[in-house]
């Protein structure tokens, strides 16, 4: 079993839509969980990052962890035509070493 | 800012053959990364530098790749020989530290394709 599991996806919703991303993991040891957003032929690139349980917003993305379920979420409002891409879920134990998410890929039409 | 830098973007070898990956990080950058991404998966570790000295090569197959970075700066990642399995893109990362709160800053990937 993987130590991180990623809803695969692929996800299709229009334009306007709010999109969920859930990633769960097993390792209680996790402290640091990150989104990365990654475009075809790039590389990732941190969205956001949380420290332990807890929300936080930026914009129109709000990340969430529950480290009592083992479960983080990514919410994204009024999606747009250029938030399609893949985000993938990555953790760390504060040793800079992340364990990522196979990633979910999400398309938003207009 | 300069962001990283990899060379080649794109590589094709023959099985057996050996390749290797050039990573030039962003100034002043101590921590360094290298990830293997298989189409369809998330990157994984294959060997984590601070400065010139190496943290974590845990998951490198050390068999038939290595890593070294010079000075604390540039990094080649290095495949002999290759394998088909290797077919992947090769991530390379830097971070100003090593500690969970440090951004990984990636650069654009090398593209490999073992035939």
């Known amino acids: 079993q993987k130590e991180v599991e990623q809803d695969p996806g692929p996800l299709s919703v229009p334009e306007g839509a709010i999109v969920s991303l859930n990633c769960t993991y097993s390792?209680?040891?996790?402290?640091?969980f990150m989104w990365y957003r990654q475009y075809s032929r790039k590389g990732p690139e941190l969205l956001m990052y949380?420290?332990?349980?807890g929300n936080k917003e930026d914009g129109r993305f709000t990340a969430q962890v529950d480290k009592s379920s083992k479960y983080i979420s990514l919410f994204i409002r009024d999606s747009q035509p250029s938030d399609s891409a893949t985000y993938l879920c990555a953790m760390d134990t504060n040793a800079g070493k992340s364990t990522f998410g196979d990633g979910t890929t999400l398309t938003v039409k207009p | 800012e300069a962001g990283v830098a990899q060379s080649p973007r794109y590589k094709i070898i023959e099985k057996r053959q050996s390749v290797a990956f050039w990573c030039n990080p962003i100034s002043g950058h101590a921590t360094l990364y290298w990830y293997q991404q298989i189409l369809g998966q998330g990157p994984k570790l294959l060997i984590q530098f601070q400065n010139n000295g190496v943290v974590d090569d845990s998951q490198l197959p050390k068999d038939r790749f290595s890593a070294e970075r010079l000075k604390g700066v540039d990094s080649t990642l290095k495949i002999q020989p290759a394998k088909l399995e290797d077919s992947a893109v090769y991530l390379c990362a830097s971070s100003l530290g090593a500690a969970g709160a440090d951004t990984q800053y990636f650069g654009p990937g090398t593209r490999l394709t073992v035939l």
């Open positions: 949380t420290y332990s349980s």
């Open positions: 390792n209680s040891a996790f402290q640091y």
